[in-house]
């Protein structure tokens, strides 16, 4: 399961009570999350606090602001668990900074009224902050024979502690445990249990239900529904309940119509989904535009771009995915639904052809979140682009301007203008193989010799008759020394100029064939003839050709009949092994 799926699921357990399994599905959702998201950790502070497990719930919330320091909802959260324990300022701060982030959120006045009114009814703490401040506390207790015995009692240390943390929280309990009084009675260095009588002051019995009316307080209650980053709403805080019923009531009532919009708005947009998958566009758009009225939630405005997207409705799409954006944005909505917004434009400007607007909004989108489908199809448009501006500038006249341009700056010896001027040809007239071969010449005299077979190759490709390019290509290999390219490449000329011109060129081809086989077996400077042939021996080639039993069986025959060796010459491939034989000397003629 997805995080989101889990979400959902710990959303209905908590619908439903069972905070429990709740915050195991929340749990599992934080854990499956490919980024820590500040909503999840919020509606599992929500289950702790349901289940008055407020330190959890502080953490948890407390944990949701780290990660979106900027969500109101998020200092609600903090607030309301502040409250369960009894740090008052601290939750009165808390529901202050959300008011500060979002001056209209309903909770945090709410929150805020539930502390200010918890602080009014509670009596001072008649001087027991400075008598739990001891550091030494727990150990004077531990010590003193009147209290040793207490302090084996974990509910009691937590009740002590408590008082330690916050005195004025802790005033119910002072009254309600008797052995308090004698803790009391300890580290105020006298003997209370005088008090002990029927008249007491802090007999529990007398004295808890007074105190109760006086100094406690209602702990906070917990609203929760769905929450979506695309909207910051309160409809899923912690809500302290304020100090009279009335107010209490007022607030409950106001999540309760929030949660049936949310709940309406889900709704009519699982309409519209169904009636988009029939391809019923309109009645789908009016299903979107309904949830949009009864909750704002950026998803719908998205799903009605795709809706009238399909409809062909570019324009409407564009300015629908526009307002998705700026609610959005003012609304801190998820990177990742904002970044579809932008992608949908992006399609739509497709549809109409404006390649650039479309890459303009592809990017966009890539900036606020990234993915390999909108990144192909920002490259594709991109690729396009090009495309047509090469197209767009295709221009036989201006292409032959250009090379009768290059052919006069090549004559002069001009040969970087030639290039500049045969480039322009190219982009004139790329379709012309003259534009390449023509081109891989002039580089091939600024020594540029791997871009010059290059031109030659795809002057080649686009005329495979063109012999002239395949001479130029092996002249170039020829001087980076690639002697068995070069061979290959002038065979392929030979075959060709054989077929088409009945050996034309043949000459040429031939002597070009000599020089490269010559440089390649040629002595090497300071070497003797006899190092030479053992060179010449050990190349893979000769060795390949010598180790040809059909070759074998030839050059046996040459030997008792020198005339059969010209028979089998006529043989272009016995032709070629022959003529390389001869270059490296292992046959010689006279």
């Not at 052995?179 to 249990?193: A, E, S, Y």
């Not at 434009?345 to 390649?355: H, S």
């Not at 130029?472 to 000329?493: F, G």
């Not at 077996?521 to 190092?531: D, K, N, R, Y």
């Amino acid at each position: 399961m997805s995080a989101e799926e889990y979400k959902a699921e710990g959303n209905k357990l908590f619908a439903a009570k069972e905070f429990d399994k709740a915050i195991e599905q929340f749990t599992k959702a934080i854990e499956t999350s490919d980024v820590p998201n500040h909503v999840l950790y919020s509606n599992r502070s929500a289950c702790y606090a349901s289940l008055k497990n407020f330190t959890k719930a502080l953490e948890d919330a407390e944990k949701c602001v780290e990660i979106n320091p900027t969500w109101a909802k998020g200092y609600n959260r903090v607030g309301a668990a502040q409250y369960g324990i009894g740090n008052l300022e601290d939750a009165k701060k808390s529901y202050s900074k959300a008011l500060e982030l979002d001056s209209s959120n309903a909770m945090a006045k709410s929150g805020l009224q539930a502390v200010e009114d918890a602080e009014n009814s509670q009596s001072p703490d008649m001087g027991l902050g400075k008598i739990f401040s001891d550091p030494n506390l727990m150990n004077k207790l531990k010590s003193n024979p009147k209290t040793a015995e207490m302090m084996n009692d974990p509910a009691l240390v937590a009740k002590v502690l408590q008082l330690q943390q916050n005195p004025k929280a802790g005033m119910q309990t002072m009254l309600s445990d008797p052995r308090m009084m004698t803790i009391m009675g300890v580290l105020m260095g006298i003997d209370l249990d005088m008090f002990q009588g029927k008249d007491a002051p802090g007999k529990p019995e007398e004295s808890s239900s007074a105190s109760k009316s006086e100094t406690a307080k209602e702990e906070p209650k917990q609203e929760f529904k769905e929450e979506s980053s695309s909207k910051p709403s309160s409809s899923s805080e912690s809500n302290p309940a304020p100090s009279s019923s009335e107010s209490k009531s007022e607030a409950t009532e106001d999540v309760e119509m929030e949660d049936s919009s949310k709940v309406e708005a889900d709704a009519a947009k699982a309409e519209g989904n169904a009636l988009y998958k029939q391809r019923k566009f309109d009645e789908a758009i009016a299903k979107y535009d309904h949830a949009w009225e009864l909750y704002q939630d950026i998803t719908y405005l998205n799903n009605r771009a795709a809706a009238e997207f399909e409809k062909g409705d570019y324009d409407a799409a564009i300015k629908t995915c526009e307002k998705a954006i700026d609610e959005g944005r003012s609304m801190r909505a998820d990177y990742k639904i904002i970044a579809k917004s932008f992608a949908r434009i992006g399609n739509c400007y497709l549809k109409k052809d404006d390649l650039e607007n479309a890459a303009k909004f592809f990017d966009k989108s890539l900036t606020e979140h990234r993915t390999p489908d909108v990144l192909s199809k920002l490259r594709n448009t991109q690729k396009e682009i090009k495309v047509r501006e090469a197209k767009s500038y295709i221009n036989p006249e201006k292409a032959e301007e250009a090379r009768l341009e290059g052919k006069e700056y090549f004559t002069k010896g001009d040969w970087p203008n030639a290039v500049k001027a045969y480039t322009e040809m190219v982009k004139r007239a790329p379709e012309d193989a003259r534009g390449y071969s023509n081109r891989a010449a002039a580089l091939a005299k600024l020594m540029s010799f791997p871009d010059a077979v290059e031109d030659c190759n795809k002057a080649i490709e686009l005329d495979p008759t063109f012999i002239r390019a395949y001479i130029r290509k092996a002249n170039a290999q020829l001087a980076m020394k690639e002697y068995s390219q070069v061979i290959n490449t002038l065979n392929d000329a030979l075959a060709k100029d054989q077929e088409l011109n009945g050996g034309k060129n043949a000459n040429e081809i031939n002597q070009l064939m000599h020089r490269a086989m010559s440089q390649r077996f040629a002595a090497i400077e300071g070497e003797t003839p006899e190092q030479t042939m053992e060179r010449v021996s050990k190349d893979p080639e000769i060795v390949e050709i010598l180790q040809d039993p059909v070759m074998q069986g030839i050059l046996g025959q040459a030997r008792d009949n020198p005339a059969a060796l010209q028979e089998h010459m006529k043989n272009p491939e016995v032709a070629k092994k022959v003529n390389m034989l001869i270059a490296a000397g292992v046959i010689r003629t006279r």
